[in-house]
């Protein structure tokens, strides 16, 4: 996709003109900065705007314009309407109107601010200063307006152009510099814009945005040297509109595209300004759907609130995509102490009716312990004894806040006081809570301990009711993806080594069927049970208006379901390693077969704005095969498509042909997506392989479905062949023989390969 970052000036010049980064975004790659262009006039820059899609925009000035200002200067509230109505003032007009809006104000009343202002923190459209912003308003809202452009939130179209509002000045504030705007030596303002750009490579900022940024050298020179920041303002720019890309329909990061002030102010976007209330989660998310119900415009703790609950979306997208064990412990530990502000962290795990130390952390003593960077772990485990704050936690299966360890005698704290004595250390304000799996059972426990203040680091002080339901919130994800983890860890480990004993002897071949028999009867039995009472669990919520257990209802129930697929295809392939796989043939309606798959696959094509398109005569015929594991190689074929294309086509033709003789039928799978490099196509049919390391991590799955769909297809006589070519697309042909041969042979055809 292309991504414009536009740093606007209302009064474009050559010293200081309208600045565009053109950027392009790949989901599985990230933004790359190509330039940055100079735009010298309003008419040159309306020129731009109608330019041909699709392109996804973001823009550096304010789209709309305080309700309040608004409402007193009888302005429609439709932002169409309004900004048509303010151009008919001209500039002069509105900005003689505006001051005396400002100046009639109470004595000591602020200018009103936007709701996306007081979360940002940033300046009121209204401000007067040089009639900046007033102007840049005025100049910027009329252009996006004639551009026919769909303006989220103010103004959506139907159009393939997409133009949001961005605060490059967020981005930045993450690197803990200020605006590099104003006066400021060459040098210093140097420096500030190579932290910026230093920052943008660090993980911490992929973490956030969910991908990376691709600066050459001459680009980041650029930036560094231009003293005026229009470079640099424009890429950020272009990293916030490639984010609301990246998160997509229908909200693209913002919170509420139905709330009128929204609509009618705009909204800034950034991953820390983001969160969706429509479905809150919790009771932070309700707080803050409430805060912008009533139009509370004076609370910064709403603020903060917005920020820790999208970033605590992000930690769970995280959390559900790492594999190693080790590695999550920690990111759960890290995040929680980041969230928190906490000083240091435990996370124990209980097994065998103890809890085992996993991750122990203290900044200040600087102690990192366990994970994969920290040192061995030798401390003993914790006995199951109520006395113990972390065993009574797992026991009762409930928090607790301890303002003051020292002042608080239900529990024995003798083991952290001598700790203190020996390393002068002081233990004050603890918060535990129990992680709790889908079952509701306690897998383990995460302390956290003396909680900093934002101002002053150094001041401990108790953790704050709203942080212990964020911790709370950070738990039940964690305990989720461990448990995820672990059984998925386990499943894999389970496979290789049912690999090894086969080619080691039959008895060992025996024994892993025996196994098999056993898993898939242990762990399907449960996870089906799992999904079948959690959808009756969403049915008697729904009866009973319980709407705020939708959500985790169906987080449920979908990690159930995404597991037990896991599981399914991990079981697949150990069969058919076994030969255990049976075979079923019968004479298969070729369109009809097709039509079902298109309805199964049409939601998931729609998804990623793919259009789907089935060729399939409705004569195409029949044809001998096991019509399950047909459909099953289409559909995993079919999702493959859909995962790796955005906006794109995706289309299933079905042909006749005789080659040697012999009469096939064809399923061609034909997507405009990333493609595939040259040198993996190889490695596609691999079992638990794909093309990029990565993509396990952002699209799901084992790499297991091309594998087993290649075993399906030469167990019926037939194949897979692949055509591909990067960022245009991938043909995939499952050809299959019209007349299948003997099932004895089959079974010696699929072991011989």
């Known amino acids: 996709m292309k991504i414009f970052g ?6 474009p010049s050559p010293q200081r003109p309208i600045t565009v980064a053109i950027c392009d975004f790949k989901r599985n790659y990230g933004l790359s900065v190509q330039k940055v262009e100079s ?5 040159e820059f309306e020129k731009f705007l109608t330019q041909k899609g699709p392109w996804f925009a973001g823009a550096n000035f ?11 200067m009888s302005l429609p509230t439709q932002w169409d309407k309004y900004v048509k109505e303010i151009y008919k003032w001209k500039l002069s007009g509105f900005e003689k109107k505006v001051k005396q809006y400002t100046q009639k104000l109470p004595k000591g009343t602020k200018i009103p601010l936007r709701i996306t202002d007081i979360f940002a923190g940033a300046d009121s459209p209204l401000k007067a200063t040089n009639f900046h912003s007033v102007n840049r308003f005025f100049e910027g809202s009329n252009c996006l307006l004639n551009s026919g452009a769909s303006i989220i939130p103010c103004f959506p179209r139907k159009d393939n152009r997409i133009i949001i509002e961005t605060l490059p000045a967020l981005v930045a504030r993450r690197f803990k510099v200020e605006n590099s705007h104003g006066k400021k030596k060459k040098a210093d303002l140097e420096n500030i814009h190579k932290e910026i750009i230093k920052g943008l490579e660090t993980p911490e900022f992929e973490h956030d945005f969910d991908f990376k940024v691709y600066l050459d050298d001459t680009l980041k ?25 990246h998160i997509g329909k229908p909200n693209y990061g913002i919170p509420d595209l139905q709330h009128p002030s929204i609509q009618s102010e705009g909204w800034i976007i950034d991953p820390i300004l983001a969160n969706d209330f429509t479905k809150p989660k919790n009771h932070f998310g309700s707080e803050l759907a409430e805060f912008i119900q009533k139009g509370g415009l004076e609370s910064k703790r709403s603020f903060n609130l917005m920020g820790h609950i999208q970033r605590l979306s992000n930690i769970g997208r995280a959390l559900s995509g790492e594999r190693n064990l080790n590695a999550l412990l920690e990111i759960i530990v890290n995040e929680a102490r980041n969230l928190t502000l906490a000083d240091g962290g435990t996370l124990y795990i209980l097994k065998d009716e103890v809890l085992n130390f996993k991750i122990v952390q203290n900044e200040s003593l600087n102690i990192f312990m366990g994970g994969t960077t920290g040192k061995d772990i030798t401390f003993p485990p914790v006995e199951m004894n109520e006395s113990n704050v972390s065993a009574y936690v797992a026991i009762k299966n409930m928090s607790v806040n301890i303002p003051d360890v020292y002042n608080y005698k239900p529990f024995d704290f003798t083991g952290p006081k001598k700790f203190d004595e020996k390393t002068g250390y002081r233990t004050k304000s603890m918060l535990v809570v129990p992680l709790t799996n889908h079952e509701d059972e306690v897998i383990g426990v995460l302390q956290l301990l003396n909680a900093r203040d934002v101002k002053d680091k150094k001041k401990v002080i108790p953790f704050s009711p709203d942080y212990e339901s964020l911790v709370e919130s950070l738990a039940s994800q964690a305990a989720v993806a461990v448990s995820n983890t672990s059984l998925i860890n386990e499943l894999q480990s389970a496979h290789q080594t049912l690999i090894v004993a086969r080619d080691r002897s039959e008895d060992a071949n025996r024994a892993k069927s025996n196994f098999l028999a056993n898993m898939s009867h242990e762990l399907r039995t449960p996870m089906n049970a799992i999904i079948g009472y959690s959808e009756m669990l969403m049915e008697d919520a729904e009866e009973e208006g319980l709407d705020d257990f939708q959500s985790d209802l169906d987080k449920i129930r979908s990690s159930g379901k995404h597991l037990l697929g896991l599981i399914n295809e991990i079981l697949d392939l150990s069969k058919i390693e076994a030969g255990k796989m049976e075979i079923f043939l019968e004479s298969v309606d070729i369109y009809k077969l097709v039509k079902e798959v298109e309805g199964t696959i049409h939601p998931l094509a729609e998804k990623g704005s793919n259009k789907l398109i089935i060729d399939c005569p409705e004569d195409a015929g029949t044809i001998e095969a096991d019509e399950t594991r047909v459909r099953q190689m289409l559909h995993n074929l079919l999702s493959n498509a859909c995962k790796f294309t955005e906006n794109g086509t995706i ?10 003789g012999t009469k096939w039928v064809n399923f061609d799978i034909i997507d405009t997506g990333m493609g595939i490099p040259a040198d993996s196509i190889k490695q596609l049919f691999l079992e638990f392989s794909q093309v990029d390391n990565s993509s396990t991590r952002k699209f799901g799955g084992t790499g297991l479905g091309l594998a087993i769909s290649r075993r399906f297809c030469l167990m019926m006589g037939g194949g897979i062949r692949v055509k591909s070519v990067v960022n ?11 007349k299948v041969i003997q099932k004895t042979a089959l079974r010696r055809r699929a072991s011989d390969n």
């Open 221 to 245: 020179l650029k930036c560094v040297e231009d003293s005026n920041s229009l470079s640099l303002d424009a890429i950020l720019s272009a990293i916030q509109g490639a984010w609301s890309y």
């Open 651 to 660: 289309t299933l033709k079905v042909y006749r042909e005789t080659r040697d």
């Open 728 to 738: 245009e697309g991938s043909t995939f042909t499952i050809y299959l023989p019209v």
């Open 39 to 43: 735009i010298h006039s309003i008419s």
């Open 62 to 72: 304010p789209l709309g314009q305080p309700t309040q200002f608004l409402e007193k």
């Open 6 to 11: 536009i740093n606007f000036t209302e009064d």
